[in-house]
């Protein structure tokens, strides 16, 4: 089992940036695919970032591409999220995940942080 751990979340104002974490630990980090979630009040929890286990291979949401970067450091096991050009719509609890399948869905990943709260103000 793997437990991970986000932190970095906040209050910023838009056009504002932000730099979240995520601290894996219980297995082997390196072998898994790493995601970034976010469900924002009254949404469905949608997909935002993914990278490979080797951090070959990067995908994003349409809505944060050009905004976000994900990465990770394996030496450290973390994965990060930055984000620059912050806008109100992307106020929402962000959820770190890991699975051994990649993919951009809910069902790809296996195990789920707790969340942190991200709120961009106008």
């Known amino acids: 089992q793997v437990q991970l751990v986000e932190s970095g979340g906040g209050l910023v104002q838009a056009g504002g940036s932000l730099r979240l974490s995520c601290a894996a630990s219980?297995?082997?980090?390196?072998?898994?695919?790493m995601g970034w979630f976010r469900q924002a009040p009254g949404k469905e929890r949608e997909f935002v970032a993914r990278?490979?286990?080797?951090?070959?291979?990067?995908w994003y949401a349409d809505s944060v591409k050009g905004r976000f970067t994900i990465s990770r450091d394996n030496a450290k096991n973390t994965v990060y999220l930055q984000m620059n050009s912050l806008k109100p719509e992307d106020t929402a609890v962000y959820y770190c995940?890991?699975?051994?399948?990649?993919?951009?869905?809910?069902?790809?990943?296996?195990?789920w942080g707790q969340g942190t709260q991200v709120t961009v103000s106008s």
């Open positions: 990278i490979t286990w080797r951090g070959s291979s990067t």
């Open positions: 995940a890991a699975g051994l399948i990649g993919g951009s869905t809910e069902g790809s990943y296996n195990y």
């Open positions: 219980g297995r082997t980090f390196n072998s898994y695919n």
